[in-house]
Each structure stands twice: as C-alpha cells, then as structure tokens.
C-alpha cells in the first residue's frame, strides 16, 4: 500500500527567500504524485502533479516540484517566495490510473514573514 | 464555471441528531468523494463513489452514510453515531478510474458540536 511522508509540519521564510518543501512517498512502482495547496477555511487547489516522463514539472504560481525516483522523493520548490503563499501544503500520492485512493500527507503550513 | 459547490459553510449539530453536508459539482465527473480534515492529520477519505447508485466506504466511514441518486451530487449525512464529528469536510469529484486527472475540492464545510 502506498504512503506519503511530509516531515516538516512548519517552515517559516521570508519574503523573496527560496523555498523547498519536503515530501517522501511509499509505493511499489512509480506512481501518481501530486501537491496540493490549502488556503485557511478553503478547499484545495492543485498546485502540479506528476504522472510519467520529464521528473521535473512545473505547476502554477511558479512552483515546480521534482521526482527522484531513488530517493522516493517529490519535493515542492519555489524560488522566490511571496507573501500570498503563506498556506498549507499537502503532497499525495496515488496509483496510476486508480487515482480514486489518494494518499495525503499530514500537510507543511507555510509561515512567510516580510 | 464550472466546480464544486458545497453547502452549508458552517453548520452545528446537536447530540444525537444527523446532519447533511450537500455537494454538487457540474464538472461532469463520474466519481466523487468525501473526506474529513482535522488538524495535524491531513485528509482521511471517508465515502467515494465511481459511479451513480454505487458507493465505497473509505478508511473511517463508520457513522457516516452517503446517497449517489444523481451524477451531480454527492450528499453526507452525519449520524448521531458518530461521537466525533467536528471536523471540516471537504467534498472533491474526478474523471474517475483509467484517469490520469486529478481530484478537484470544494471549499468545505466546517461542522461544529452545540
């Protein structure tokens, strides 16, 4: 059964620095990976998400996420970080094609400070 | 446009009373799902269903039920056996199996006890 690891519950950046969130995954094979944002009292917006093919993708609001197949890995970047992505992030994973049982993590809240 | 629409935003149950969480989506979107949010514990699926008239229990569907009578809508009763029920809902619909497209939310509905 596939997992999903998020270890870091809180980051706090400031504006304009660069941001790398972490995320870890358990499956047998390569599978359905997404990042998800969640502003406070909403629902979730997807961020990006990767299926097969170049492991560096890019999703909206200039993030771009990378898979490291050796390392289990989907971590979320941001190069520049703006006062509006103070939110909370989740990363899940899913089976390809069965995307019906998707996996979340326990999420990163995102603090971001002027 | 089109989406999710979840209904009510808030809503407060008394002890031993049901309550139904709406959500309509006109997305077009065979399956659709429910989960529960609670704090430091990511999303935790609590129905999903492919198809019209067919449903799945997810990972915590105890005191809770669902209805699939129509394509667009996807409706959550809160039992009185459920002893635990503040939480935010969160209602989300997809293409469904043999998709590679992902889950789309609604914005929630944050359930409290009186």
């Known amino acids: 059964a596939q997992s999903v690891t998020q270890p870091d519950i809180h980051i706090t950046v400031s504006e304009g620095a660069s941001l790398e969130l972490r995320c870890n995954y358990s499956y047998g094979a390569t599978p359905y990976l997404f990042w998800y944002v969640q502003s406070p009292g909403q629902g979730l917006q997807l961020l990006l998400k990767?299926?097969?093919?170049?492991?560096l993708v890019q999703g909206i609001k200039g993030f771009e996420a990378e898979f490291k197949r050796s390392q289990s890995s989907f971590n979320l970047r941001k190069p520049s970080v703006h006062w509006s992505d103070a939110a909370e992030y989740f990363c899940a994973v899913g089976a390809p094609y069965n995307t019906d049982k998707l996996i979340f993590g326990t999420g990163t809240r995102l603090q971001v400070f002027p | 446009d089109g989406g999710i629409t979840q209904s009510p935003k808030y809503l407060f149950r008394k002890e031993g009373q049901n309550v139904t969480l709406s959500c309509e989506q006109n997305?077009?979107?065979?399956?659709m799902y429910w989960y529960r949010q609670d704090p430091g514990q990511g999303l935790r699926l609590i129905y999903y269903s492919q198809i019209v008239n067919d449903f799945q229990k997810g990972d915590i569907a105890e005191g809770y039920s669902v209805s699939r009578e129509k394509k667009e809508s996807f409706p959550l009763t809160v039992t009185s056996a459920q002893k635990n029920p503040t939480a935010f809902y969160l209602c989300?619909?997809?293409?469904?199996?043999?998709?590679?497209?992902?889950?789309?939310f609604g914005d929630g509905t944050r359930l409290s006890i009186l």
């Open positions: 997305l077009n979107h065979d399956a």
């Open positions: 990767y299926f097969s093919g170049d492991t």
């Open positions: 989300a619909s997809s293409m469904g199996q043999d998709s590679n497209q992902p889950q789309h």
